[in-house]
Every structure is written in C-alpha cells, then in structure tokens.
C-alpha cells in the first residue's frame, strides 16, 4: 500500500522541522515539505513542495494528494496570521485534506478579559474558528509552549548592572507558570495526532508541555549544568521603558504570572498531547546539558 502523504507547511522552521523529523522516524507515512524555496530545502522529508502562504495557487498546488496537513504561521515575519491561515484552510479544502492540524496560542484578550495585549497569540487563535467551521473529516490544534531553544534566542541570559549574567524581568520568580518543552517535541505531538484521529481528530486541544517551570527553576536547572545565573524582578511599568519592544514582553509575561502560558484548565490538553506523543519528551536539564 502506498503510505498517506503529510504536508508540512513551514517546514524549514524549528515547529516544521521537528514535525518532519517526527514524522520520517515515525515511518508510517511520506512527509511533503512545504517551503518557500524548495531549492534550498535541506532536511529529511521525502520529498518538498513550493508554498507560500500568501498565495491559494501554490499552497493549493502544495497540498494536492495529501492526506494531512500541518500548518504554522509566523508572526515574527510580519505575517498576517489569519489571512495566511485562512488561505491554507482554503487550499486543504480545495485538495480534499482529510485532517487538518493547525499550530495555535491561547487567545491572551479573551481569557484575560482585554488586560494583556498579546497579538503574537491572539492571532493564531482567531484562525482555530475557522478551521472548526471548514468542514475537515479531522481536524486538530497544536500549541507550542515556550521554547527551551528561547534561552538561545530572545530570552537569552545578559550582562547585568551588578556584573552576574541572568535576566531582569517584570515577572515573579517563584511563580511556576512557564509551560516549557524543546520544540523539537512538537513534532512527536503532531505525529501522534496523525497516527491517532479517532482520539484527537475531532478538534482537540494539543498542548505541549514537558515541565510548567517557574524562573527559580530555570536558575536551578542551569546552575545543575554548571551555569551560575541571576534573576531580578522589576515592576512592569519600569521595563516597559528598557527597550523598544519591551511593553509586548511586559504584556506577555503579566498575561502569563496571571493565567500561565497555556491559560486557565490547559492540563487536561498538556495530559492528552503527553499520551499521544510518539516519543518521551526531552527535559530542561538534559536539553542544557546537550545544548551547552
């Protein structure tokens, strides 16, 4: 029997790639990269398609024969998330996608009531209303937690006032509010939600989390590598002045000592996204000792 093919929108991407990677070790079915520019794609799916989320004829063309699809957007690119993920439902509708698995956040104004102000989030979840309403055989929806890589990225320790290296951050310490994973582990997620849609294909919430941590953990767990960091709390309203950007990271960090990152009752979807995972997910402390 021919195996059932998945596309992977995004999948130069960390969430991409690490859904393909799941995905090919899994073996049961051919992965379709979906990228941008297919000449320069480097990783392992079996074979790779030219999409691009702002265009219906390519991400149509991209999705023709396949079973699955997995999409991402990106914010950070300045992507306007729910015209892209509008049209990548319309592409899927338009090839017959039979499960259709979307990469979301919490919805930061609903829950919070309008206080925090997190459009990185909130736009991602203004697409999950219109997947439930196209019509899919199976659909799902992913949420990434915070990334272990982040302490590799834009939540990389710094140069301090007295000297240390750590963070200064408008966000108590000892609050363990911080749905964390490696985000390569996504794709273990994603992998089980496709071998496995008589369990989650009727629009459940996969919400991927190897540890809910507080900073006070994060210290702990870099100081067992052998990492001495600081941290200093500072109120919101002073960081908000430290840099440009630095309100959307001060509104996001009091939606998350508020709510946590995953939002109020998410532990029955960080349970079901941990029973449907193809493989055991990687812990901090063991991701620091092989990242350092």
Known sequence: MEKKIIAVVGATGLQGKGVVDALVKEGSFTVRAVTRNPKTYQGKAHEVAQGDLTDLASMTNAFRGAHGVFVVTNFWEGADELAQGTLAVEAAQNTQVQHFIWSTLPNVE??????????????????????????????????PPFYFQNFYGHTAPQQQQDGS???????????????????????????????????????????????????QDVVGAFKANGKEYTFYQVPAEVFADFFEGAEAVAQLLGYIETYTYMGPGSEA????????????FTPLREWIKASA
């Open 269 to 280: 979807q960080v349970q079901l996204a941990n029973e449907i995972a193809t493989e055991p």
């Open 165 to 215: 290296i750590g963070w200064t951050l408008p966000i108590d310490p000892t609050k363990q509010v911080l749905h964390m994973a490696d985000i390569h582990d996504l794709g273990k997620v994603v992998a089980g939600a496709f071998l496995h849609p008589e369990k989650v294909g009727s629009g459940a919430y996969l919400s991927l989390a190897t540890e809910v941590n507080s900073f």
């Open 110 to 143: 609903r829950i919070s009531n309008g206080q925090f102000t997190v459009p990185q989030f909130t736009g991602k979840a203004a697409v999950d209303e219109v997947v439930k309403k196209a019509g899919f055989a199976q659909y799902t929806f992913v949420q």
